[in-house]
């Protein structure tokens, strides 16, 4: 991911460290959007560096990958369940694969500490509740709009994940396929509504 984004803007995200502020600044410098624009929203409202690496990818790199790619290491704040990268600090060993454009599969070896996972998903928590707060209720997305999914739940911490993982889980990883976008790329279909049964049916637990 790193080189793929390095490639494209010129942006070396490794040469940031910590320094979120940095990192943004020369990210919407890179990609030349104005302030009142959504994507630069989106990027000022990013916690972390890692944070700022996805959207610039999602930005300017995911768009252009139409061969079939695997996109490789991604940031450990974006991949709260992935196991930490065994040469690269910061990174973990996670990859998904992109063709024409959409990301159509995502894999990684599983997170196996049960601490190190706690501390994510706390951290996860922390961040959402920031991001509501700092959005507000009048700003959060109604249900059927656009990244309404993004702020408008609520996140908890799963003590019954966390509890097995303590009695213990031997070393696994997984790949999960979407099948809807599978069958977009197969009939050409430039919207997810076209190719599942019921596009706008909400499921009530």
Known sequence: MHNLVKEHTGIDFSSFGDNVEAA????????????????????QSCPSVGHVLNEVFETAVEP???QPTFVL??????????????RHSGLTERFELFICGRELANAFSELTDPMDQ???????????????AAVGPDK?????????????????????????????????????????????LLTNSASIRDVIAFPVLKIQQ
């Not at 911490?157 to 966390?162: A, M, P, R, T």
Request: no cysteine; net charge negative; charged share 35%.
């Open 24 to 43: 943004k600044e020369s990210a919407i410098k890179a990609l030349g959007i104005g302030s009142a624009k959504k994507d630069d929203i989106l990027i």
């Open 64 to 66: 252009t990958l139409m």
């Open 73 to 86: 290491d991604y940031p450990i704040e974006i991949s709260p369940l992935a196991k930490p990268h065994r």
């Open 140 to 184: 959060i997305p109604a249900e059927g709009e656009e990244n309404a999914d993004d702020n408008s739940y609520e996140v908890t911490l799963d003590e019954d994940f966390l509890t097995s993982l303590e009695y213990g889980m031997p070393p696994a990883s997984g790949m999960g396929l979407g099948i809807d976008r599978l069958v977009m």
């Open 118 to 132: 706690r501390a994510r998903m706390e951290e996860q928590i922390k961040q959402h509740d920031e991001k509501r």
